[in-house]
């Protein structure tokens, strides 16, 4: 019998009586998972820290939750939470010892339970307005396939000789027991510091952004950033996989009782290069945001457009040793 694959968007069932991640009928309405995992809720003590949602809603963090079958959890997700928690509890020697591919598929998860918790209520305040759902095709076409990848975790979904990423991790010199999460959900693009170590990862470009700062990554890799320094590259990352034009399609190969994904070519028939304009004003609004906590303004951060302030990178384009920062971490 071949592989069957779930497909939620096909006629957007987001309720909680089936499973998130197979479809499948649940016994009840309270079987569901957290978003966040309760062994990082519990070292971080976030379970009533809040979390703003797209429509400025606060809920806290052991608010969200996904419908998911038991059998499901323990068979699949719960060995790969049981992973993921032993490396970071190892720190960056710990991360960077994983398999890259788990990692995309914790952090994916991750993800669509935030994304799948925003369905929800904007489905419900539409209903509540008399107004019919409406999300764009393009969301639907990069949360499909998140979604569909994320099925490597049950089933046999192979990565035909590419990977549907781009994953950055440094060293970081972090303070004790820090914990800093970001998302956003329309370029699918996440990072979480805490411990020793950055993590970033761009779930749905295929490599691309790992491509198109290459020039930056081969001055600071294997380096301990400072952590405005991470949060710098962050913004740079947050930024391109805005600018990044293109909707990965894929081939998918029924062989056997595997699924082969197979990437299809982001060039295609356009001759348009994959990223638009960077502009350094709109970088800097973006630096801004993600150095809140050292108070720098956007006007300081480009008071030369053309090249914004950087903490990364000095005036001959060489890496700053971080240790060499005088900010408070």
């Not at 719960?78 to 992973?83: A, C, M, Q, R």
């Not at 998140?146 to 000789?161: A, G, K, R, T, Y």
């Not at 060039?267 to 990223?275: A, E, N, V, Y």
Request: charged share 20%.
């Amino acid at each position: 019998m071949s592989t069957q694959l779930y497909q939620p968007f096909a006629n957007f069932n987001f309720s909680n009586n089936k499973c998130f991640l197979t479809g499948e009928q649940l016994l009840s309405t309270d079987e569901k998972i957290p978003v966040f995992p309760a062994w990082l809720m519990a070292r971080y003590n976030l379970h009533d820290q809040p979390f703003k949602l797209l429509d400025e809603s606060m809920a806290t963090y052991k608010d969200l939750k996904i419908p998911c079958a038991a059998n499901i959890n323990e068979q699949y997700l719960e060995p790969l939470e049981n992973e993921i928690a032993d490396a970071f509890l190892n720190g960056f020697d710990g991360v960077k010892a994983l398999n890259e591919i788990q990692l995309f598929r914790w952090a994916g998860k991750l993800l669509y339970g935030i994304i799948f918790n925003e369905i929800q209520m904007a489905i419900r305040q539409s209903h509540k307005q008399g107004e019919e759902f409406n999300i764009s095709q393009s969301i639907i076409h990069k949360f499909s396939n998140l979604h569909l990848m994320l099925q490597s975790i049950n089933l046999p979904v192979v990565f035909e000789e590419f990977k549907p990423f781009s994953l950055f991790l440094f060293k970081v010199n972090n303070p004790q027991n820090e914990f800093a999460y970001r998302d956003e959900i329309n370029t699918l693009t996440f990072s979480i510091r805490l411990k020793d170590f950055g993590l970033i990862i761009s779930l749905q470009d295929n490599g691309a952004n790992r491509n198109y700062h290459r020039q930056v990554l081969s001055k600071i890799e294997g380096q301990t950033l400072h952590p405005i320094q991470f949060e710098e590259f962050c913004g740079r990352i947050f930024y391109s996989a805005y600018l990044f034009n293109r909707l990965p399609e894929y081939n998918i190969l029924p062989v056997g009782d595997e699924i082969y994904l197979e990437a299809m070519s982001l060039k295609g028939m356009s001759t348009k290069p994959l990223f638009d304009d960077w502009l350094g004003k709109t970088y800097g609004q973006v630096l801004e945001n993600f150095w809140k906590r050292w108070g720098f303004l956007l006007f300081e951060i480009i008071k030369n457009p053309e090249h914004p302030m950087s903490f990364l990178l000095d005036n001959n384009n060489d890496f700053i040793p971080g240790d060499s920062i005088e900010l408070g971490l």
